[in-house]
């Protein structure tokens, strides 16, 4: 490895054995670098290794990470797909569950009015609100019906 003082010259640059400067300069009775170039180009080198290595770990680590994250993105979007679906599900549940109670409702309120036409129809007949069901030929079933209008103190159980 040439010194400095040789590589600016361009003159060969050949280590003298006794010194641990060069022949051009011993003969010029100057301090030699050559030793150093030598070892700092040695630290060089080496240094450009381990970076080379740390490049190619950090860059294996980079890879791995990155497969981390795809499987993780793919994970997301999986569990994210699922969540629509149950929450559309839910929601499509819900609705049924809202509508079968409005039918309910409109069978209840069918049912009450049909009954409060009937009751309207028999008093308009003139049957009286104590009526004695048994003797209208209906069966034993229908003999605990009570009167026909519930009052206050009685109570018609609800056909539900």
Not at 28 to 39: F, H
Request: glycine residues 6%; hydrophobic residues 35%.
């Amino acid at each position: 490895m040439p010194c400095t003082r040789c590589y600016r010259a361009k003159l060969p640059c050949i280590m003298s054995g006794a010194s641990s400067r060069c022949g051009n300069c011993v003969k010029a009775r100057k301090s030699c670098d050559g030793v150093l170039v030598a070892s700092s180009l040695e630290r060089v080198l080496a240094q450009r290794q381990a970076l080379e290595r740390q490049e190619e770990e950090t860059g294996e680590q980079v890879e791995s990470l990155n497969a981390q994250m795809l499987e993780l993105q793919t994970q997301l979007a999986e569990a994210l797909s699922r969540l629509s679906r149950i929450r559309k599900t839910r929601k499509k549940a819900e609705e049924r569950g809202e509508e079968l109670f409005r039918r309910g409702m409109e069978e209840e309120d069918a049912e009450v009015a049909a009954e409060q036409s009937a009751v309207h129809d028999l008093q308009q007949l003139g049957v009286p609100n104590d009526v004695d069901w048994s003797s209208l030929g209906v069966g034993l079933e229908f003999a605990d019906l009570g009167p026909l209008v519930p009052t206050e103190e009685t109570h018609v159980p609800s056909s539900s």
